[in-house]
């Protein structure tokens, strides 16, 4: 309702893309055979000492500078200590009151508007592994691959204010660490997922509301849909004049509901203190310097330099900046024709369809940005038409060939002789004298009609430009 405000905070945890572990020498891989990938470390037996991974170090200190965040030169892991099945040491290592990153911050676009949403901390800690529940066999297993899997955990100020909000500052995240190179930002493989704390107040109040915890929603769409149903949960409970209970819920993206899970624990539960086996972490400010030196041309600053060097609108340069490997591609095909507006446009409307309707992603696709760029020329010269040009997409994106070969190879090259195509003219308004004499008396919107005809004639290869004036000629006359 109009006169309520939600105040939302989210925790986002990233993958690094490191090789092994935060604190042994096992593989990070997804998908290998259930506790292959496992070690006395990572499985918590007595006697073993960590080592930190020193690129997970860097790869967090690199967010925490695209960021705009402080990077702490001393930080401590701490122990925090729950039970859990798939947590075999009965801790995790984490860090608490000494973080590695604090005071960043992302700027989103939301509702038409700018805004920036602070950001409180960015801390490294070691994922836990996986419970596998099999209805079927009732019974439960435990995959330790993933135990001690380096995460960087972001954690924002509850500066969002609705699900929009929140979507586009996901969106912004994961778009930095993929151009990093530091996560691959895939939601469905748990490599970039999202807890949401929301509440509810009226607007002018400063003091929170109760807040609920929403765990692991694993795509944006989902996250926005959860965020609205408990924004929606909390306005009825107020109405009502129920009690909103602090505690940790799932969503359930078949139904479209949080239900509860567990209730909300406070930081004291953990019981947190430094890890014995670990030291502080000591970062230099020279390794510091080097770092950030290193860091890439990032997803704003990208957007920005894509409307001011192609002339490409704010939308436009959004989508195309979304993807590093989407803004590397287009760039690689204007460089090849330097029509920046009409490869976006091909890129926005065929190219991403094609994909999606394929189930591909652009490293797989077999249309190379040169050929991507040949092809547009072919179409904006006149060589085939625009039609054509769609027409053969999917084959070139799925085949690879050479798109003035293809189209040489099945004869598709446009007709743009006049002596030819005066003779098809006639030909279409001969056949249809009742169609010629209404255009003649007005019906102007016949023209449609008589384009279709001769492209049916001439198998779509007919220039529709020169169709219209030789129509225009011949329908002109009395």
Not at 30 to 40: L, Q, R
Not at 161 to 189: H, P, T
Not at 443 to 458: D, S
Request: aromatic share 6%.
């Amino acid at each position: 309702m109009a006169q309520y405000e939600a105040v939302i905070g989210l925790e986002v945890h990233a993958q690094l893309t490191t090789n092994t572990k935060l604190f042994c020498a096992c593989a990070t891989r997804f998908g290998d055979e259930p506790n292959t990938n496992v070690c006395p470390v990572c499985a918590g037996m007595p006697g073993v000492l960590p080592v930190m991974n020193e690129r997970a170090l860097e790869y967090a200190c690199k967010m925490a500078m695209a960021i705009e965040a402080m990077v702490n030169l001393k930080s401590i892991f701490a122990r925090k200590n729950y039970f859990y099945p798939d947590l075999p040491k009965a801790y995790q290592i984490s860090q608490y009151e000494q973080p590695l990153c604090e005071r960043g911050r992302v700027e989103i676009e939301a509702g038409g508007e700018r805004k920036v949403i602070g950001v409180t901390r960015i801390h490294m800690e070691e994922d836990a592994g996986k419970n596998i529940h099999s209805a079927v066999e009732n019974r439960s297993f435990v995959d330790l691959n993933r135990c001690g899997v380096p995460l960087i955990e972001i954690v924002s100020e509850p500066d969002l204010r609705s699900s929009e909000e929140a979507v586009a500052y996901l969106k912004e995240l994961r778009a930095i660490l993929v151009y990093l190179g530091i996560c691959d930002g895939n939601m469905e493989e748990g490599s970039f997922r999202c807890d949401a704390n929301v509440s509810v107040r009226l607007k002018g109040e400063t003091a929170f509301g109760v807040r609920t915890e929403i765990k692991n929603v694993n795509s944006f769409r989902n996250v926005q849909r959860a965020i609205d149903y408990e924004i929606s949960r909390h306005i009825d409970c107020i109405e009502d004049g129920e009690s909103i209970v602090q505690e940790t819920r799932l969503f359930d993206a078949n139904k479209g509901v949080t239900q509860s899970m567990r209730g909300k624990e406070e930081a004291h539960d953990y019981r947190y203190f430094p890890d014995p086996d670990l030291l502080p972490v000591l970062v230099d400010e020279v390794v510091l310097d080097r770092w950030r030196s290193e860091l890439p041309e990032l997803p704003k600053a990208k957007r920005e330099r894509f409307m001011a060097q192609y002339g490409l609108g704010a939308s436009d340069a959004a989508l195309l900046t979304a993807e590093r490997d989407l803004a590397d591609y287009f760039e690689a095909a204007a460089a090849t024709y330097p029509e920046p507006k009409k490869i976006a446009n091909w890129m926005l409307s065929e190219l991403l369809r094609e994909l999606k309707d394929c189930d591909q992603s652009l490293k797989g696709c077999k249309l190379t940005p040169r050929h991507l760029a040949k092809l547009v020329k072919l179409v904006e010269s006149g060589a085939i038409s625009g039609k054509i040009g769609k027409q053969i997409f999917g084959d070139l994106v799925t085949g690879g060939a050479d798109p003035e070969t293809y189209v040489a190879e099945k004869g598709l090259v446009q007709i743009s002789d006049s002596g030819e195509l005066d003779a098809v003219v006639d030909a279409v308004i001969a056949e249809n004298p009742k169609e010629a004499e209404r255009f003649r008396g007005g019906e102007t919107k016949l023209t449609g009609f008589f384009v279709g005809q001769i492209m049916k004639k001439t198998k779509g290869q007919a220039n529709p430009k020169l169709v219209n004036e030789l129509l225009a000629a011949k329908l002109g006359k009395s």
